[in-house]
């Protein structure tokens, strides 16, 4: 199976790297939000379909945002019924309702972003969502896409990617293609300040995911390799702060960036066996992504260290100065350790409370279908192996 799947990632690798990733325009900064009615005017929009979640329109968040849109003389509505991991079903009633709209509008975390992501490739392409599943499939150009994320993680404001829930079996299925990533993207870190502490340190530690991943993928480059160690580097820098000054914007900023920059990253390169078994255990047990992918992160890069040995001490050298004398495989190990120490700075359980040892073979076969074949992974977990990775993470 390895061998088959290491040959199916060597023929893709040149069609990967051959599509075009487009880059949304981008605004950063305090008060960015704000440019939407701007941005609006000027493409010309007269209806605009606003997906974002309840929290944030009881919250006020969006007040400001929403007068700039009126100030333009621009219609709306409020789609706010996207729960967390959206299924195709949340996604197919807003395609109805968004469907006669010049835009989409998408204010909130990963999944009101993968929502409105979806809905917009269904409306254009006048079909239901579960049918765009897979590579390429998105035929026509979507509506003018606006997208302001509201937590530091996903970097789905810039991936290829949109990963929605299918509620009949269970299992999280992605729509694959660069016609889906927004024009536009408003980085503004006010948004992120009244995040609980939790989401943010679940959504910061998605993006170190996606960064770390992508730096160890066999697709990687040069430029990746650049925004995917610049955004793990911020992230160590900024994500420990958070729980003593949650209100500073400099801090804000730089993880809403960062994330950013791991989504650049990886919609370049794809993922890895984190996500593959993130994806199989939230989708079984209802475990929040951000969370998943923290707990598995540092036990999947430690099976990686054996082939990963330079590249994990590069990272060291990056984010650490006080490493004199150290050998490579020194730092590496050093590094592994790093991601431990992070989990436990951020309070993360060694543990998932409610994966059970009886279902380990249920998501490492998820698991392998999702990655193998898909996924260029530096180093292929055999059965026997993910069972041990699997036992050291479910529920005791």
């Known amino acids: 199976m390895n061998i088959i799947s290491k040959i199916s990632i060597k023929i893709r690798k040149p069609i990967v790297k051959i599509i075009e990733k487009p880059t949304p325009c981008t605004y950063i900064g305090a008060g960015k939000a704000n440019k939407i ?17 309840k929290s944030l329109l009881k919250s006020g968040i969006l007040n400001n945002m929403l007068q700039t849109i009126n100030e333009h003389d621009i219609s709306y509505i409020i789609f706010d019924a996207v729960t967390p991991d959206p299924t195709f079903d949340i996604v197919y009633k807003a395609q109805k309702l968004a469907t006669g709209y010049d835009a989409i509008v998408a204010i909130g975390g990963g999944s009101v972003i993968d929502t409105a992501k979806a809905v917009n490739a269904a409306i254009v392409n006048n079909i239901k969502p579960e049918k765009l599943t897979g590579l390429l499939k998105v035929r026509k150009m979507p509506l003018p896409f606006i997208v302001i994320p509201t937590t530091a993680g996903t970097g789905s404001e810039t991936t290829v990617a949109s990963v929605i829930s299918d509620s009949k079996d269970h299992t999280k299925k992605q729509i694959l293609d660069p016609r889906i990533v927004p024009m536009f993207a408003i980085l503004d870190p006010e948004l992120t300040i009244n995040l609980p502490y939790n989401i943010s340190v679940f959504t910061a530690l998605d993006a170190l995911t996606h960064a770390l991943e992508a730096f160890v993928s066999k697709y990687s480059d040069e430029q990746t390799d650049r925004m995917a160690k610049t955004a793990i580097h911020m992230i160590f820098e900024n994500l420990p ?6 209100s500073n914007l400099y ?3 730089n993880l809403l960036v960062a994330s950013f920059l791991a989504g650049q990253a990886f919609t370049r390169t794809y993922v890895g066996y984190v996500h593959a ?20 992160l540092p036990h999947i890069m430690e099976y990686y260290l054996p082939v990963c040995k330079k590249r994990f001490a590069e990272l060291q050298i990056s984010n650490n100065e006080s490493n004199e004398n150290l050998s490579e495989i020194e730092l590496a190990k050093k590094f592994i350790l790093s991601l431990f120490e992070l989990n436990n700075q951020c309070d993360i359980p060694k543990r998932f ?3 059970p040892e009886s279902k ?6 998820l698991a392998f279908k999702e990655c193998h074949g898909t996924y260029p992974v530096p180093r292929y977990y055999s059965h026997s192996e993910a069972k041990k990775l699997m036992n050291k993470v479910c529920s005791k």
């Open 37 to 53: 009615g701007d941005i609006l005017s000027n493409l010309q929009i007269k209806k605009v379909f606003i997906i974002a979640s």
């Open 241 to 246: 702060k958070i729980k003593e000054d949650p």
């Open 251 to 253: 801090i804000r900023e």
């Open 277 to 296: 078994f993130a994806h199989a255990i939230g989708g079984k047990f209802g475990v929040s992504h951000g969370l998943a992918n923290a707990i598995l």
């Open 353 to 355: 409370n409610n994966f």
């Open 360 to 365: 380990i073979n249920d998501v490492i076969h």
